[in-house]
């Protein structure tokens, strides 16, 4: 663990840019996740029953693959100008 002095002087910064977040200026944090889901009764077998070999299949991809498939995560904080670029991404109909 740093000690608290190391921490002071370790400035934030965007994850995204790596740009530096001023301690007088707002930045925004962001917890963002996408779980695969799969409707297994619409695969008409029976015994597909786990995600991860599913996703597997369907895509020819690693279990790794696979498994970030299913779950993938990512939180953290952002500046302005990448706040603005994901909600963009997005799309206006995700602002609310
Ligand atoms: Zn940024």
Not at 18 to 46: C, H, K, M, N, W
Not at 47 to 65: C, F, N
Not at 83 to 89: F, H, K, Q
């Amino acid at each position: 663990m740093p000690r608290a002095k190391e921490l002071r002087q370790d400035a934030r910064r965007c994850d995204h840019c790596s740009r530096e977040l001023p301690a007088s200026r707002p930045y925004y944090r962001f917890a963002l996740a996408i779980q695969g889901e799969l409707d297994v009764l619409a695969t008409g077998d029976a015994t597909a029953d786990d995600p991860h070999t599913i996703i597997a299949s369907a895509h020819d991809v690693s279990a790794e693959d696979a498994e970030a498939e299913v779950h993938w995560e990512k939180a953290g904080v952002l500046c302005g100008a990448c706040r603005r670029e994901l909600l963009g991404w997005l799309g206006e109909g995700w602002h609310h």
